[in-house]
């Protein structure tokens, strides 16, 4: 576990290493939100000894993978030249299932990498849109979510998918009519989008997702990619940005997996009131408690979003009895890797004085 919220920055950065395989997983950091109970110095401070950390561990990673391009999964390659030089970086599409903002900062991303190994603004970075693009209601893909009965929340759920669908398909003419980022293999790396994908390399075999939701159905953050890293019967899977996860469909999608270690996004607690309401915050508490029974993991780090409440555990107790219940171990990186999440040391010491 390189780098965690529950360390004191955003990030959700991990080095997964088999004998064939030296996988750098969303090698980006981000300072804390403006209510995480810190100073704006330490919060700096930390994201800098973050992107320190991701840097170093880089130099063991021969592959690269960004799932999204929010900037606590990627580092600009103007800044961070030696992270990506001499690998193989798998993408997120940047042409498809991709909001505005994700749009424009994967295109600054690739050219960023074509100036640096590739020449500035070489012919080919850009190519004409597929004639014939599957674009799809993406709901259909999701019967669970879509067959869950919200009661007297139906009615004002039904508003939102509809005002979700209106959304999408205005991306979708972004996606149908404008230049494509196109994959390249350049002097000392090679750009591979990922989306559905699988690859075998010697005896370790890695699944990429379909883009999915970050977040609920037609969430405006866009969508992620996840993966699973297969060796010899073991398997580590990153879920990338689910928040909890919010949509029952891609729990189900988890248990179906079955890893033997999980990685994956808790909800955006520190929202609650704001941006997640009630419903939404029980469907992912719902969802992590159906993967800690469904699932038989040996670890689940549950981190990220989740991290940057100080009333997190509280918010979330059901899920965390639950995997007392069923002996599932249920933690955060930085208690994988021996020590109180930040956020918790800061609430001792405020509580002890």
């Known amino acids: 576990m390189v780098w965690f919220d529950s360390y004191g920055a955003k990030s959700s950065c991990v080095l997964i290493e088999t004998p064939d395989l030296h996988l750098l997983v969303d090698p980006g950091a981000s300072a804390l939100q403006p209510s995480y109970p810190l100073p704006n110095e330490e919060k700096e401070e930390l994201r800098k000894i973050a992107l320190e950390t991701i840097t170093r561990f ?3 990673a021969d592959t690269v993978f960004i799932s999204h391009y929010h900037y606590d999964h990627h580092v600009s390659p103007l800044k961070a ?27 600054v991303f690739i050219g ?40 007297d929340y139906q009615q004002r759920k039904n508003q939102l998918l509809d005002k979700g669908r209106a959304w999408f398909k205005k991306l979708a003419v972004r996606w149908q009519t404008e230049d494509w980022v196109s994959e390249a293999r ?23 997702t379909e883009p999915m939701f970050h977040g609920i159905e037609f969430d405006h953050v866009g969508w992620i990619v996840g993966l699973t890293v297969e060796h010899k019967g ?36 520190y929202l609650f009131g704001y941006i997640v309401n009630r419903i939404n915050l029980q469907r992912a508490i719902d969802n992590i408690c159906a993967i800690l029974r469904g699932t038989t993991s040996k670890v689940i780090i549950y981190d990220h979003h989740l991290l940057r409440d100080a009333r997190y555990k509280e918010r979330l107790a059901s899920a965390y009895t639950m995997a007392g219940k069923h002996k599932m171990t249920l933690l955060t990186a930085a208690e994988w890797v021996g020590y109180d999440p930040l956020i918790v040391q800061i609430t001792q010491k405020a509580v002890n004085g």
């Not at 790396?189 to 559905?196: A, R």
């Not at 248990?255 to 607690?269: A, F, H, Q, R």
Request: aromatic residues 10%; positive net charge.
């Open 234 to 269: 073991r398997k580590v899977m990153y879920t990338s940005d689910l928040q909890g996860p919010s949509i029952e469909d891609y729990a189900q999608g988890i248990i179906k997996e079955n890893p033997d270690v999980l990685i994956l996004d808790g909800s955006p607690t």
């Open 186 to 208: 350049l002097k000392d790396m090679d750009i591979q989008i990922c989306d559905g994908s699988s690859f075998k390399n010697g005896s370790t075999f890695v699944r990429f």
């Open 81 to 107: 030249k030696k992270m990506y030089k001499g690998k193989k970086i798998w993408i997120k599409d940047p042409n498809c299932w991709i909001n505005h903002s994700q749009w424009k900062r994967s295109r």
């Open 112 to 151: 960023e990498l074509y100036e640096i190994y590739g020449g500035r603004n070489p012919k080919g970075i850009y190519a004409k849109p597929l004639e014939q693009i599957k674009l799809d209601d993406p709901t259909e893909y999701l019967p669970l979510a879509m067959a869950k009965d919200y009661g």
């Open 58 to 60: 880089s130099r063991q």
